[in-house]
Nanobody, 121 residues
């Protein structure tokens, strides 16, 4: 059993900042990748940013230069610092992890429950 606890969403004015956090716990041996996806009403879920265990990162083009993803491997926690927020960033943001339950187990993935981010004046 894996638990993902997300926090940090909310309402912010355009140009403002928010920081999302996601802490993973439970039956986890190691986490290969951690990431944030988002889904706006009427749209498909899209990858916002991801970070591998070695620190390599990937961003969707629309957030490059504004969002920064980071992780604390010791705490199994991933962060998403969101600056210069725009109304089009409004969505439910979901934490996602790829992990192994044991040293010999295959890679599994797990989703958080989602946290609402609303950018509006």
């Amino acid at each position: 059993q894996v638990q993902l606890v997300e926090s940090g969403g909310g309402l912010v004015q355009p140009g403002g900042s928010l920081r999302l956090s996601c802490a993973a716990s439970g039956n986890i041996f190691s986490i290969r990748a951690m990431g944030w996806y988002r889904q706006a009403p009427g749209s498909q879920r899209e990858l916002v940013a991801s970070i591998m265990r070695d620190g390599s990162v990937n961003y969707v083009d629309s957030v490059k230069g504004r969002f920064t993803i980071s992780r604390d491997n010791a705490k199994n926690t991933v962060y998403l610092q969101m600056n210069s927020l725009k109304p089009e960033d409004t969505a439910v943001y979901y934490c996602h992890v790829e992990y192994r339950a044991t040293v010999l187990a295959g890679i599994r993935d797990y989703w958080g429950q989602g946290t609402q981010v609303t950018v509006s004046s």
